[in-house]
């Protein structure tokens, strides 16, 4: 069964990790479904970016020194500029707790780690189209 992603190719996607080979591989992932992608590998930069950019969506690593996932979340959605941004969270906790705080915090979805590229593609596509109709509802 093949599933035909939405027209995102206006769209862009903010991939937080600290990991450059994460960074390469969800790239990579996103490609195949014609986002834009940018990329942070800290907190600061994610946040910075965000604040200037406004993605329409972003990836956001948990486990990062300096300032963890979770806290980056907590400092976009306290933000008017930023509170908007849908945010997924993708990481290798897999604990229960962690991806209750991390809904807690305001994300809307929570991906582990390693994941299924076919997965996150379908996700982010959905999450995408719900921005965008979300926008358009704003406008009108």
Known sequence: MRFNMPD??????????DI???????????KSIKVKVAFAQNGKQAIEYAKTKKPDLILLDIMMPDM?????CKRLKDNPITKDIPIIFV????DVN???YGFKLGGVD???KPFNPKIVQVRVANYLRLKRKTDL????
Request: charged letters at 25%.
């Open 8 to 17: 995102t190719i206006k769209q862009q996607v903010l991939v937080v990790d």
């Open 68 to 72: 963890d996932g979770y806290e980056v």
């Open 137 to 140: 509802l704003e406008k009108l």
């Open 91 to 94: 990481s290798a906790l897999d």
């Open 98 to 100: 962690d991806e209750y």
């Open 20 to 30: 450059p080979k994460n960074l390469q591989l969800m790239g990579t992932v996103l």
């Open 110 to 112: 929570y991906i582990t």
